[in-house]
């Protein structure tokens, strides 16, 4: 039975960070990308970030330059730090496994955590 649990979250004040972890088991870490999402109250689920396994990134638009995607192959981890903190950074932000990423784009795959929230207010 594939697992992945997301820790990390909280409430931090804007311009803050956070790091979110998100560690599998079984033997999907190593069949492909990894992958963050979230989603806001009301507001349909979006694609944060992801990682192959050679270490190959991608962002989203609007946490480029704020947001760092990493993992550690041997312990079967993704972590996403989270820096400069924004309000509309609030969200339960949510794990992904066994994706892909082509031509830049990720393409989700069928295994996904229970979510962390991460709250951004003063």
């Known amino acids: 039975q594939v697992q992945l649990v997301e820790s990390g979250g909280g409430l931090v004040q804007p311009g803050g960070s956070l790091r979110l972890s998100c560690v599998t088991s079984?033997?999907?870490?190593?069949?492909?990308?990894m992958g963050w999402y979230r989603q806001a109250p009301g507001k349909e689920r979006e694609f944060v970030a992801a990682?192959?396994?050679?270490?190959?990134?991608v962002y989203a638009d609007s946490v480029k330059g704020r947001f760092t995607i990493s993992r550690d192959n041997t312990n079967n981890a993704v972590y996403l730090q989270m820096n400069s903190l924004k309000p509309e950074d609030t969200a339960v932000y949510y794990c992904?496994?066994?994706?892909?990423?082509?031509?830049?784009?990720?393409?989700?795959?069928?295994?996904w955590g229970q979510g962390t929230q991460v709250t951004v207010s003063s």
């Open positions: 992904n496994a066994d994706g892909d990423i082509v031509r830049s784009r990720y393409y989700p795959g069928k295994y």
């Open positions: 990682i192959t396994s050679n270490g190959y990134a």
């Open positions: 079984g033997s999907i870490f190593s069949r492909g990308a």
